[in-house]
């Protein structure tokens, strides 16, 4: 048996986390490539990204750095452009798209609408400002890796390089770049080891479809509350038991911090979405819980109880 | 009798200023020397820093040697280059430098075996002295000699990662 176990766990890979550099809002802002968005009365700004890469052929050679950087570590990143260039062309071929027999078009949930956004599981924020000083310049910059499900700051560089009287803008941004990479890939190296270490990090949401059906967290089955039989389960499944119930009142419960293993028990790679399946099985056969999940990338992912 | 004594007297304190002299002088030497100097575990006593930004995939490093003989050979500031980018990092405050470690100290134990072995052979092709960097300067009875090391990060990186004693980034992936 464990002549059969071996071999599928040595070729088991984990998915490797998509990584996309994007300016930072503050770049955005300051550079007026801003899109203002008006909600329910609400306006809001958001950084114009595709306005951003038409414009400013510093962040496209800064970009173009980066990533070039990146691959030559084997860990080539998503392309801001090219995703939304990707975005784009897909909503165009979405509208065109109809039904042979019906003429019905693709239907289209609002939850679908807003996930159409370009995307990754680490974004790298990067910002740079030029600071004058008489006749001097020099380049302030700023790269960090956030991850976007879980909103913490992986790994961080910035500096501020020499002042320079004839160095032009793109050598400086260049020197910038090549100065500050290797510290910020040696953290992006330790929060990677740290994931194959301590299992992938996480977060985990579970709601209740309002249907009437009476559903509640606090619902008994077998003298349990719902609660508590899903905080049993994450206990049981994550490693070394470690999560954060951040959130939990009749109608929800957060976790965060929820420690997944890289692999399944067959030796295939798992992520948020396989994870929350495994509890979707478990309350279906266990309790007959009809649930429906939605995945927001690899580290995020949403079970919801009472219905597909 | 009294100019002997006065004579005496005189070489006596003559003697007291140059002890004084000596020691003070030592303790300048001491406070002048780098806090980062101290012996390495390839034998050697050097110091690191920042020397500007290299061509992509080097690093440039003036390294500090501290010998008995006014000149060493090209061979021991390569060696010190190579231990300080993997062990130690190095920074300019001047240049605005500061550069991590390319593995940590706590590497260099873990893989002693190979390091001893690594240091001791041939590492031309991974750092290379700049001609015309070096400088010289008497320090007590030593001599501190620099010199600007450029340093193939990327080549070294890699060599080392290929013989396993350093992680790829996509390790566990």
């Known amino acids: ?308 | 009798m009294i100019r002997q004594s006065s004579c005496y007297n005189n070489y006596n304190k003559l003697e007291i200023m140059v002890r004084y002299m000596k020691l003070y002088g030592l303790s300048l030497i001491l406070l002048m020397l780098p806090l980062e100097l101290f012996s390495s575990g390839i034998g050697e006593e050097y110091s690191i820093e920042g020397a500007g930004t290299g061509v992509e995939g080097t690093y440039l490093v003036k390294v500090t040697l501290i010998s008995k003989k006014a000149s060493v050979a090209d061979e021991a500031f390569v060696r010190c280059a190579v231990h300080g980018v993997l062990f130690r990092g190095f920074e300019n405050q001047l240049l605005r430098q500061h550069q991590r470690a390319m593995v940590g100290s706590e590497q260099e134990e873990e893989h002693a075996d190979f390091y001893e072995i690594f240091f001791r052979n041939d590492l031309s092709s991974y750092a290379k002295v700049v001609e015309d960097s070096r400088q010289v300067r008497m320090t007590g009875k030593k001599y501190r000699i620099s010199s600007i090391v450029q340093v193939f990060k990327d080549k070294l990186r890699r060599d080392l990662e290929e013989k396993g004693v350093i992680k790829k980034l996509t390790n566990g992936f």
Request: aromatic share 6%.
């Open chain 1, 1 to 308: 048996m464990l002549l059969l176990v071996c071999p599928m766990l040595a070729h088991a890979q984990a998915k490797r986390p998509t990584l996309m550099v994007v300016p930072t809002n503050s770049w955005c802002a300051e550079h007026g490539f801003l899109l203002k968005n008006t909600q329910q009365g609400a306006t809001t700004q958001i950084p114009d990204y595709e306005s951003a890469l038409n414009n400013s052929i510093e962040l496209v050679s800064v970009i173009t750095k980066i990533g070039e950087l990146m691959s030559d570590r084997g860990f080539p990143l998503k392309d801001l452009s090219q995703t939304i260039k990707t975005l784009r062309q897909d909503e165009a071929e979405d509208e065109m798209l109809t039904s042979r027999s019906s003429g019905a078009i693709l239907a289209e949930t609002s939850i679908d609408r807003l996930l159409k956004r370009a995307k990754a599981d680490i974004l790298l924020e990067m910002a740079w400002k030029v600071n004058k000083t008489g006749p001097r310049n020099s380049v302030t910059y700023l790269l960090r890796g956030i991850d976007a499900y879980t909103n913490k700051q992986v790994a961080a560089s910035q500096g501020t390089g020499q002042p320079s009287i004839s160095t032009e803008l793109p050598v400086l941004l260049q020197e910038a770049v090549l100065d500050n990479m290797d510290n910020f890939i040696i953290q992006l190296q330790n929060h990677f080891e740290d994931l194959v270490a301590n299992g992938r990090e996480v977060s985990i949401g579970i709601r209740i479809f309002d249907n009437g059906s009476d559903l509640s967290f606090e619902s008994e089955f077998n003298d349990k509350e719902l609660t508590d039989i899903i905080e049993e389960w994450m206990t049981q499944n994550t490693v070394a038991h470690r999560f954060n119930l951040t959130d939990a009142t009749e109608t929800m419960m957060n976790f965060e911090q929820v420690r997944i293993p890289l692999y399944k028990e067959n030796g295939k790679a798992t992520d948020a979405r396989n994870f929350v399946n495994e509890l979707r099985k478990y309350l279906k056969t266990s309790f007959d819980i009809t649930s429906k999940i939605v995945t927001k990338g690899l580290g995020r992912a949403d079970l919801i109880l009472g219905e597909k």
